[in-house]
């Protein structure tokens, strides 16, 4: 019997109610496909189900296992998967969970092939992020006539819609901290920081152009200032609304064909180098928690990944606590 291990939690609660635990190696039944995880996304959804904000929303039974987005190796195919080798390379998602995990059993269908130029962490991070990014940005059917303003710009959707807005003509500004602005303009955008004066100083970034949408992706007083922008209110995608859409893609079956659609289109973008995934935080698994805090603190610009099988033997547990890569940098 082969053990691996995953991330478990038996009541709602904060980071001190997950915990490791052995895993057998899930048999594929009929239709499905058992994958050896390489990487996993971790998304701030996933805490707030953890912590039992979307209760009524989100159903859950315990004991619960945690993550959805991942991408990895088939070990092994059930009866009626013909178009999958064993050994083949795949990304997806995992029905009601999982995916932080040694290995992840899921439909045949909740998968696609994992293009062998993209790397698994950003493959790993891609699903839910990319999706709920993808279909607020295609819903909006941007063009070359429309400037659109998305807030939290340097975030985990917000960066990829920034770029799939710009790969369909729009001239784009992002709001953010001023810590965000340099890798926002390395992916041409234009920046433009939060706090008093930010009506002004987006119209002074549209260069004389009418605001003509609006993305949402942090709430407060975004509403007000789409309204004040002149933006139309069908333009304006509130924070409630992505969050409406990144739930519908959390809680996607596996046979849903616009999760298909949309991801096999994203990852094509990323073959392609036209849009690219941030991966501002990589963990080892061991250290999913302090992944998961770091996360937390809201200043992480586009990813957190945790790798199954890093060679890491504990002694850089300090560096990963209080040496994060993007603050490295940015000293």
């Given at each position: 019997?082969?053990?691996?291990?995953?991330?478990?939690?038996?009541?709602?609660?904060?980071?001190?109610?997950?915990?490791?635990?052995?895993?057998?190696?899930?048999?594929?039944?009929?239709?499905?496909?058992?994958?050896?995880?390489?990487?996993?996304?971790?998304?701030?959804?996933?805490?707030?189900?953890?912590?039992?904000?979307?209760?009524?929303?989100?159903?859950?039974?315990?004991?619960?296992?945690?993550?959805?987005?991942?991408?990895?190796?088939?070990?092994?195919?059930?009866?009626?998967?013909?178009?999958?080798?064993?050994?083949?390379?795949?990304?997806?998602?995992?029905?009601?969970?999982?995916?932080?995990?040694?290995?992840?059993?899921?439909?045949?269908?909740?998968?696609?092939?994992?293009?062998?130029?993209?790397?698994?962490?950003?493959?790993?991070?891609?699903?839910?992020?990319?999706?709920?990014?993808?279909?607020?940005?295609?819903?909006?059917?941007?063009?070359?006539?429309?400037?659109?303003?998305?807030?939290?710009?340097?975030?985990?959707?917000?960066?990829?819609?920034?770029q799939l807005a710009q790969i369909a003509g729009a001239q784009v500004i992002g709001t953010c901290s001023p810590r965000n602005h340099d890798y926002l303009r390395q992916i041409g955008i234009h920046p433009v920081?939060?706090?008093?004066?930010?009506?002004?100083?987006?119209?002074?970034?549209?260069?004389?152009?009418?605001?003509?949408?609006?993305?949402?992706?942090?709430?407060?007083?975004?509403?007000?200032?789409?309204?004040?922008?002149?933006?139309?209110?069908?333009?304006?995608?509130?924070?409630?609304?992505?969050?409406?859409v990144e739930i519908r893609f959390l809680r996607a079956p596996a046979e849903d064909a616009e999760v298909t659609r949309l991801l096999t289109e994203l990852s094509g973008l990323i073959e392609h180098h036209k849009?690219?995934?941030?991966?501002?935080?990589?963990?080892?698994?061991?250290?999913?928690?302090?992944a998961y805090e770091d996360l937390a603190e809201m200043h992480s610009r586009g990813k957190v990944v945790v790798g199954m099988q890093p060679v890491e033997t504990g002694a850089r547990l300090s560096w990963y606590?209080?040496?994060?890569?993007?603050?490295?940098?940015?000293?």
């Amino acid at each position: 019997m082969q053990v691996g291990r995953a991330v478990e939690y038996d009541h709602y609660g904060d980071f001190d109610v997950v915990h490791i635990v052995p895993q057998e190696r899930p048999k594929a039944r009929e239709g499905e496909i058992v994958v050896e995880v390489i990487a996993a996304g971790l998304n701030h959804i996933e805490r707030f189900v953890r912590e039992g904000r979307l209760q009524g929303r989100v159903d859950i039974e315990f004991p619960a296992r945690q993550g959805t987005c991942f991408a990895g190796i088939v070990k092994e195919r059930g009866p009626g998967v013909k178009d999958l080798a064993v050994g083949a390379e795949v990304m997806g998602h995992a029905i009601g969970g999982g995916a932080h995990a040694t290995w992840v059993r899921v439909p045949r269908t909740a998968v696609v092939k994992k293009p062998a130029t993209m790397a698994f962490e950003v493959a790993g991070g891609l699903y839910l992020a990319g999706c709920t990014a993808k279909s607020i940005v295609d819903e909006l059917a941007l063009g070359p006539d429309d400037v659109v303003v998305i807030s939290a710009a340097a975030g985990g959707v917000g960066h990829l819609e920034c770029q799939l807005a710009q790969i369909a003509g729009a001239q784009v500004i992002g709001t953010c901290s001023p810590r965000n602005h340099d890798y926002l303009r390395q992916i041409g955008i234009h920046p433009v920081t939060y706090g008093d004066g930010l009506e002004e100083r987006i119209a002074e970034a549209a260069k004389g152009r009418p605001v003509t949408a609006f993305i949402d992706n942090h709430g407060g007083d975004n509403p007000a200032l789409s309204e004040s922008l002149g933006v139309p209110a069908d333009r304006f995608v509130s924070s409630d609304h992505r969050r409406e859409v990144e739930i519908r893609f959390l809680r996607a079956p596996a046979e849903d064909a616009e999760v298909t659609r949309l991801l096999t289109e994203l990852s094509g973008l990323i073959e392609h180098h036209k849009l690219r995934l941030l991966i501002s935080g990589f963990y080892p698994f061991e250290y999913i928690v302090d992944a998961y805090e770091d996360l937390a603190e809201m200043h992480s610009r586009g990813k957190v990944v945790v790798g199954m099988q890093p060679v890491e033997t504990g002694a850089r547990l300090s560096w990963y606590r209080s040496q994060k890569a993007r603050t490295v940098h940015e000293r």
